[in-house]
Nanobody
Framework: QVQLVESGGGLVQAGGSLRLSCAASGRTFSSYAMGWFRQGPGKAREFVAA????????YYADSVKGRFAISRDNAKNTVYLQMNSLKPEDTAVYYC????????????????????WGQGTQVTVSS
């Protein structure tokens, strides 16, 4: 069982930056690939970014590529999402998710493939 707690959301002007954190419980954090998803108002939940168990590889949705960066610190059981050049369309509730994987090089982009979810943190970008 893994519990995930996101933090770092808030209100920011367009062009600004935020850094989200997701702290995980347990002693097997490095066994999980991690992902960030988001759900905007009236929209379905969508993939944002993912990172492999060791942090050696990352993958991004086209809409955030070049602006967002996912990273992890396995010693601190934490995954981060650095968000730069924010746009109003980035407004959403952001969720972190964990998928237990034996592979060290695979990440997934479909939310149904993840085993555990945080409660979400609101990000609002004003124009």
């Amino acid at each position: 069982q893994v519990q995930l707690v996101e933090s770092g959301g808030g209100l920011v002007q367009a062009g600004g930056s935020l850094r989200l954190s997701c702290a995980a419980s347990g002693r097997t954090f490095s066994s999980y690939a991690m992902g960030w998803f988001r759900q905007g108002p009236g929209k379905a939940r969508e993939f944002v970014a993912a990172i492999t168990r060791s942090g050696s590889s990352t993958y991004y949705a086209d809409s955030v590529k070049g602006r967002f960066a996912i990273s992890r610190d396995n010693a601190k059981n934490t995954v981060y999402l650095q968000m730069n050049s924010l746009k109003p369309e980035d407004t959403a509730v952001y969720y972190c998710a964990a998928e237990r994987l034996s592979s060290t090089i695979v990440v997934h982009t479909r939310d149904g493939q993840y085993d555990y979810w945080g409660q979400g943190t609101q990000v609002t970008v004003s124009s």
